[in-house]
């Protein structure tokens, strides 16, 4: 079975630093897609990034970047120069068929 | 707005009564999705089913069950409910039909109460 790991429950960081939420996962699958998804106060699910495991290059949204480390199964999201509206629990996600979640990491923006 | 719709939004019921969750995909997807989110914890996968035919099954009790219509709207159902199954209950859909890495994009959520 494929689990997903989010080791850290609870990260702060000060506004406009940088951060890095952790998430490794176990599968013996090859082709699968990982996720990170935000849920604000609202309870509202948001995908923050993406990454197709058959593709090597890191994936970046603005602000949002991945460490995609597959053969230590590893798929870190690093935050830069934090807002106060990134405050909000962080789901990893991996997918081969069915959407498998970790236990989140709530992040803390200090101003 | 991520044009999934969940109703209602919130339900306050008591124990061993059913109720019913319903979900509308957004325009052109073909796969629902439903999970549930405890208090404080990660989205655990429900179902998944696509263009009515059911696709994939996770931990879902056998008090729940769930359909996809025509129109492809889906309803959960949960039955003979207990305490525990308060929870927030999503609803996602995509347009592939699962082991692709389309986006899921979630609704609302219906956050029930069990008392």
């Known amino acids: 079975a494929q689990t997903v790991t989010q080791s850290q429950p609870e990260m702060s960081v000060q506004e406009a630093e940088t951060v890095t939420l952790s998430c490794t996962y176990d599968?013996?699958?090859?082709?699968?897609?990982l996720f990170w998804y935000k849920q604000p106060p609202s309870r509202q699910m948001i995908l923050v990034i993406r990454?197709?495991?058959?593709?090597?290059q890191n994936a970046t949204e603005n602000r949002f970047s991945v460490n995609f480390q597959k053969a230590a199964k590893s798929f870190s999201l690093k935050i830069s120069d934090s807002q106060l509206g990134d405050a909000a629990m962080y789901f990893c996600?991996?997918?081969?068929?069915?959407?498998?979640f970790g236990a989140g990491t709530r992040l803390t923006v200090k101003p | 707005d991520s044009g999934v719709t969940q109703t209602p939004k919130h339900l306050i019921t008591a124990t061993g009564q059913r109720v019913t969750l319903r979900c509308s995909p957004r325009?052109?997807?073909?796969?629902v999705y439903w999970y549930q989110q405890s208090l404080d914890q990660g989205l655990q996968f429900l179902i998944q089913?696509?263009?009515?035919?059911?696709?994939a099954k996770g931990n879902i009790l056998e008090r729940f069950s769930a359909q996809q219509f025509p129109d492809l709207h889906s309803e959960l159902n949960l039955s003979s409910l207990e305490l525990g199954d308060s929870a927030l209950y999503f609803c996602?859909?995509?347009?592939?039909?699962?082991?692709?890495?389309?986006?899921?994009?979630f609704g609302p959520g219906t956050r029930l109460t069990v008392l």
């Open positions: 996602a859909s995509s347009a592939d039909s699962g082991g692709a890495g389309r986006e899921q994009f």
């Open positions: 599968t013996s699958e090859s082709d699968y897609y």
């Open positions: 990454q197709e495991a058959y593709k090597q």
């Open positions: 996600a991996y997918r081969h068929n069915d959407m498998r």
């Open positions: 325009s052109g997807d073909l796969s």
């Open positions: 089913y696509y263009n009515g035919e059911e696709r």
